[in-house]
């Protein structure tokens, strides 16, 4: 099966921390973008990269416990995506916005890491990075085994 063509950006969110990641305009390969510091004006960054890159998609990490459960990190990944579609939608910004689980992809992320001989402080200021491109690799392969988009999209509250 084939992937919708066009440039994905992925996010990893964090309390402190966003990671993100980009796909080839084919979406075969996620690749690090940046990390960017979460507070005042990390929507309009994230937004300026969108616009940049021409992406047709935003997707960002939906952090599932392991038994599926939604908890306070699913919340605020859920509320922090609602933001970035609002925000899109007034900067005419045409990208959907789509949950994607990412349970463990940190974990994942961490041991890629450690496995090329990162560790402590250089680790830790790309593993949101790289843990945006696990998600966005597992929502691109997602799509090419299923033939449908991965997750569920965000959709505007009126």
Known sequence: MSVRPGVRLGIDVGDVRIGVARTDPQALLATPV????RGEGD????????????????????????????GPAAMKASAYA??????????????????????????SAERV????????RKQRAVVDQAAAVVILQHAIESERSTGRPPGQEVIQSS
Request: hydrophobic share 45%.
């Open 82 to 107: 609602e933001t970035l579609l609002a925000a899109a939608r007034v900067r005419q910004i045409a990208a959907s916005v789509r949950l994607v689980d990412e349970r463990l992809t940190t974990v």
């Open 113 to 120: 890491l450690r496995e090329q001989g990162r560790r402590g």
């Open 34 to 37: 940046e990390t960017v510091r």
């Open 43 to 70: 929507v309009a960054r994230v937004l300026d990269l969108a616009q940049e890159l021409e992406v047709v998609e935003i997707v960002v990490g939906y952090p599932r416990s392991l038994s599926g459960r939604l």
